[in-house]
């Protein structure tokens, strides 16, 4: 199955105060590789940013306000995500946004069972370290100098590198199938037979052994 590496701003942090989003972004991962496919847009969220928001995105309300509203990129997002399982960090934060957007347009939510948190694997992988997504680049030595704001498509970028050490996954997995003409050689599939059985000397290699020694190791060689 085809991934989705996902990630939202807003204009705050609970929907039950009416924040909405700001930003979407979209990566699609196929096999742990990163596919040229991606999705991305700014929205006006048609109210103001909060200040605490505006501190961790910087985007302002008259950036925002010349942007699409969600209801005008909807079916190309959904068409985008379909079939997909969705990667994200601190899933119910932006699974909790999206679904308020579809919601307030008489869509249906996104299902969380068809999702993968990040935050989950890394508590589960790490129990009582810091699991914040800088904290992962950290520990997994990712470059994250360009966040020095948080955008979606920076952080999706991240998250891909993050999502692939988190399910142990160092390189692309490869699906190579070798066709029956193909045969291993012959010399590498013999398997190797020692022989147990123990020969003991005869009594004239015995004395051989004796002469040889007494005859050749009169001399001290280390002298």
Do not use: W
């Amino acid at each position: 199955m085809k991934e989705v590496i996902l990630d939202t701003e807003t204009t705050g942090l609970d929907v039950k105060d009416g924040h909405r989003i700001v930003e979407i972004g979209c990566l699609e991962l196929d096999n742990f590789v990163l596919t040229s496919k991606k999705f991305h847009c700014y929205l006006n969220p048609e109210r103001k940013v909060s200040e605490q928001a505006l501190k961790v995105h910087g985007y302002t309300d008259v950036f925002l306000s010349s942007q699409k509203k969600f209801s005008q990129i909807v079916e190309e997002f959904l068409n985008f995500i379909k079939d997909k399982r969705l990667v994200i960090h601190n899933a119910s934060f932006d699974l909790s946004h999206l679904n308020n957007e579809l919601s307030i347009l008489g869509k249906n939510n996104i299902i969380a069972n068809n999702v993968i948190d990040t935050l989950d694997l890394a508590r589960k992988k790490f129990p009582g370290s810091q699991n914040s997504l800088d904290a992962l680049c950290k520990r997994y030595k990712i470059d994250n100098s360009k966040r020095a704001k948080h955008t979606a498509l920076i952080d999706c970028e991240l998250l891909s590198k993050v999502y692939i050490n988190l399910a142990d996954q160092k390189e692309p997995t490869l699906d190579l199938k070798i066709g029956n003409s193909i045969k291993e050689p012959e010399h590498l599939n013999k398997k190797i037979k020692y022989f147990n059985k123990v020969i003991k000397p005869t009594e004239e290699e015995l004395k051989l052994h004796k002469t040889y020694l007494k005859n050749n190791l009169k001399k001290n060689f280390f002298n």
